[in-house]
């Protein structure tokens, strides 16, 4: 029941029997992550794993406006949210806020129109694109695992926001627009970096998330000298967008990345083909596998209906539920064309990301098929996901991050007993195979997805509820945060010498 407690309302989960015989004595970690931190999964189950053993754990997170700057989580570790405008990486930022100011007047008395101000610092635009760890790993309506995430400054290679210029707009304004789009990650990278340093208490231990989280990680440990660890749980340079970035800052990134890597004590990843991949292009031992699992979990019987007492459905609707962010290629299209082939069923969307107004647009010609629902805590979400009749994950395989991906709703839905609908493609199609939790399919043919679907929603009783203890058995046995956070603690007491 203390256990329950700490990991928020509605949760049953454990800390691991190793952990409680290992007697660790205090220690401070801090996890740095370029993200919000309201619903990491992956952030939430780590901290809440290492406060519950009673060590000192601070989230360095991002600022964002409604949020405290600082917040103290019911597992008991401390957030702290800290700005990162790319303006505040600039030198001399005060002089360039006040020529920004200055040069918006003069446009606004030349034009004869209204004066904008600038945006204060920390706001984020209402179109900015997902952070870089909401790839597929960003875990909980996130994710992503991978979320999953409130702002992150323009990325080079995010898809067309508001603001950007249009098609038509000169070569010149284009080329400029590029620039403004690469420099801010570096700019903010280097903004978030100086605040947490004002800010973030001393550790024995860092834990940077992502690409944009490792650099800042490294800056603090080289204050403390301590010790830190890469928590890689994306291929970025292979993932969405970043996919298909040309040209030199891509190479800049790249070998950003795996200078990051080889200064960090130890590079955490979430699979074996990820881990193979980073090993060979990094040249690092290959990577501590930490799987991004779920907390062991009793789901009730019979199944919570949170999600059709949210939505107002009818008792024999059946639910498939997508969960996670609400970005191109995770197969969300090709869901909402699919749903119209599965009779008696509504597609739940559980999540947020840059494309919710568009799938607003698209649920509300749907007839009722499509519903949406906004993201929620990592606390709570499984219970919603237990709420489902099947959970479904067509990620398209356009990257060989997607190829490879095993995403954290994958053992959401197993730690929830839930039967999958999950795309044939080498990361995830294995874990589903071996376990029987679900089905696979090509991902790119709505055709394909539909069948599937209805093959488990039409399945015999006998059948489903096979599917739901092979789930569930799988879970509690293998794919558990429980035995994964064991090897994540086994390897922080070895980077600093004194058991966690």
Known sequence: QQDARRHGAGSRVSVPAGAVAGLPRPQRLTLVLPSTAEFDSRTYRIASAVAARGHTVTVIARRKPGLP????????????????????????????????????????WRTRTAYRPPPLPGAIPAAAPPSPITGAQAGGPAQAGGPAQAGGPPQA??????????PTASAARRLASAVIRNLAIPLAIRAQGRFALEVAPPADLYHGMAYMGI????????????????????????????????????????RAERRWARQADRVVTVNQPYAEVMARRWDV????????????????EPPPRRIHAALELEPATRVVLYQGGFSRDRGIEQLIEAIDAVPGAVLVLLGYGYLEDELRDRAAASAGRVRILPAV?????????ASADVVAMPIQPTTLNHRLTTPNKLFEAMAAGVPVVASDLPGMAPTVRETGCGLVCDPTDPEAVA????????????????YRARALGAAHVTYNWESQVSLLLDEYGRLTGVPW
């Not at 806020?97 to 040069?103: L, S």
């Open 285 to 300: 031992p290959l990577p501590l596998i930490v799987m991004n699992c779920s907390y062991r979990f009793s789901p009730p």
């Open 215 to 254: 650099p800042i990680a490294l800056r603090l440990a080289r204050r403390d000298r301590a010790r830190v660890v890469y928590d890689a749980r994306d291929i970025y340079l292979d993932a969405a967008n970043l996919a298909r970035m040309r040209g030199p800052m891509r190479g800049l990134l790249r």
């Open 69 to 108: 700057a600082e917040e103290r989580h019911p597992a008991g570790y401390l957030v702290l949210r800290v700005p990162y405008a790319a303006i505040d990486g600039l030198p001399l930022p005060r002089l360039v806020r006040a020529t920004r100011v200055a040069v918006r007047r003069l446009h606004a």
């Open 157 to 166: 290679g995010s898809p067309p926001q508001a603001g950007s210029p249009a």
């Open 451 to 466: 069948a599937a679907i209805r093959a488990i929603l039409d399945a015999s009783p006998e059948d489903r509820a096979a």
């Open 377 to 385: 805590p990592p606390t709570e979400l499984l219970d919603w996901v």
